[in-house]
């Protein structure tokens, strides 16, 4: 189905199912613990061993010697696999580093070898006995050092453009009456999905199954044929459930392709999950970022000039943290410029993590927002909403085809009672400093081209399959609701097959571009099906209608059922777009409002409650919507106030590298959250006229917590986490 003209009235339209707050299908089975999940997967081969996962002890440098003589004698041990004999391995189109070190180092806990044994135990005390020898090199570790050295990134699909110009930044910006020069940083973060990556591998002559943990199957069908140098055909990834990826599980990492090595090697299926340390250090991460701010404005408040420049940092060949992205859609003013540089480093490989880019830059540009607008003696919510456009700022002949920016604010500020908000640290409670903040949030919707095949058989069941992953998001639910929905059927009369290589290849799951892709996806495929039905039925297409299980057209009516009597009715399609997304810039908005609580005495912070008003598109299940967006909100959170892997800058890994010191909130942490979803639907999207709010609901979560800090305390912290220590020597006196 092409998609190259505005959606009007279709079967999604019927909204009887569609957009109602649906449990999720997949929840029984995932609060009971029957979920299959990667490790997990007992039952698909017999016979598995173990594989245990030995990561680089240096970040650069080279391997002399590995001596494996005490291990490969150790009690149970099947093969051990290293770079000097895995044979010719290639690297991937979507990892930096080989997933495979040796005997060249690029990263601390790049893998070099598995151990391969009977038991897990087994695995693991014999990776124990492996002696390796290095020779350390020069690293660079620390991005504040890297700074000027970085360099414009090549452009590319995910990047963009490295430097944007319109008008002339720097003349408009020295003759603003009032101006912001500031810099922010954010740390490097890590993903700390429940789940860890995690594969079993199992080899039939040349042909490589992997049950794995993966976001995007084709992507990672594909990277595991060109790693292992085999023909894509002869790979087949298998990932029904995830639990969490965050964009962690984007690409394939280490665990699938030495789960695949060790059983080639010791002859039978092996399966691998990495131990959390390899994941914060093997893994990708969200790199740190340096983020100068430049905003000029006239004295009423109207933007004049706005400039934002990012640093981050990644190994060689790697991408930027693309944190001033955003800036070029967010706020209107004639003279804009941004810039993005990369600098070389040889800390594990950065990349993407939930909301890459608008996240960390959000974080910054929203604090520079409240900023401006205390300078400016205005309420940094009158400050937004006067900065608005409903154009693309850099092509203003290209209007958004949804933009309800301003009703999101106004809507937010009202619900959440802004105007009792009180100067900076002049509001108390006891010990208590309180204070609100506000901050907008942005994120693009991406069209991907998606496929589906939908088959009905004599029960009038319709059973959907696509490669599509749930990686906790609900998937499962709105395909099925997108199913029940266009066959005319109730929720019970569809089953949905995900994450199967041999299924038809969906758009996946990442960049919130999941929902609405996939699900336009099985629609296309049931329009198909349907006129197969009609045909078979004898009525004419385009007078048939599906519900309740029949088919009617006039005074005539048969069971859906009847059409599948001869056997199965199968079809199969993708939805796939022109160019409305180039003709009007397609995004989503969203404000958040939170209330934070500091102690005067100690400079402890607590949150005590947050809103998130999303306008998002048409919502396919409300419920499953606000999971994502409260989740989202809890990472903000996180982000704001706790979450920074620490860098060990001499020898150049990431210290805190499990959940006892990687610090997450916990339900403590997280007070009340509401979130609301204004009445809209984007007909520019896709025929769902959908969009998403996975990401959305983390951008700038993280700054309306920091500007709620500053209201409470009248301290502005512009290094990301703001920790107490922060804060606590300039806090107002305690009289």
Known sequence: MKFDTPATTNPIDQLKIIGKPTDRIDGPLKTTGKAPYAYERHEVVPNQAYGYVIGAAIAKGRI????????????????????????TLNKGRFNTAKLLGGPEIEHYHQAIA??????????????????????????????????????PPPENEFSGKPDTAVGDFAAAFTAAPVRLDATYTTPDQSHAMMEPHASIAAWQGDKLTLWTSNQMINWGKGDVARTLGIPKENVRLDSPY?????????????????????????????????????????????????????IGATRDGKITAIGHEGWSGDLPGGGPETAVNQTRMLYAAPNRMTATRLAVLDLPEGNAM????????LMALEVAMDEMAEKLGMDPVEFRILNDTQVDPEQPGRRFS??????????????????????????????????????????NNLLTKSAAR???????????????????????????????????????????????????VSCGSGGQWGANNSTAGVYAACMKLREAVAQKLGFNTAEAVFTDGQVRAGNRSVALREAARGGEVVAEDFIEYGDLDKKYQQSTFASHFVEAAVDAFTGEIRIRRMLAICAAGRILNPKAARSQVIGAMTMGAGAALME??????????????????????VHADIP????IFLDETDPMSSPMKAKGVGELGICGVGAAVANAIYNATGVRVRNYPITLDKLLDKLPDVA
């Open 64 to 87: 002399i010697a590995i001596d494996l003589a005490d291990a490969k004698a150790s009690p149970g041990v099947l093969a051990i696999v290293t770079a000097e004999n895995a044979g």
């Open 114 to 151: 598995v151990v391969v044994a009977e038991t897990f135990e087994q695995a693991r005390a014999a990776a124990a006995l492996v002696k390796v020898d290095y020779a350390r090199g020069k690293g660079r570790f620390d991005l504040a050092a890297a700074k000027d050295t970085a360099s």
């Open 242 to 294: 995830l639990g969490g990826g965050f964009g962690g599980k984007l690409f394939v990492r280490a665990d699938a392709i030495l789960a695949a090595l060790g059983a080639k090697a010791a002859k039978r299926p092996v399966k691998v999950a990495l131990a959390r340390p390899l994941m914060a250090n093997n893994t990708t991460h969200r790199p740190a970022t340096i983020q100068r701010i430049r």
């Open 354 to 361: 939930r909301a890459p880019g608008e996240a960390p830059g």
């Open 402 to 443: 949804q933009r309800r920016l301003v009703e999101c604010l106004k809507t937010g500020a009202e619900r959440f009672g802004w105007d009792k908000r009180a100067k900076p640290g002049s509001r108390r409670e006891g010990r208590w400093l309180v204070g609100m903040g506000v901050a907008a949030a942005f994120r």
């Open 454 to 504: 939908v088959r009905l058989d004599d029960k009038g069941v319709v059973t959907v399959e696509t490669d599509m992953t749930d990686i906790g998001t609900g998937t499962y639910t709105i395909i099925a609701q997108t199913a029940a929905e266009t066959m005319g059927l109730p929720l019970d009369k569809v089953m949905v097959r995900l994450g199967d290589s041999d299924f038809p």
């Open 644 to 665: 920074e892997l620490a860098v060990d800058k001499r020898f150049g890994f990431f210290v805190n590298h499990d959940l006892a010191g990687y610090e997450v909130p």
């Open 672 to 675: 009340h959250q509401e979130v």
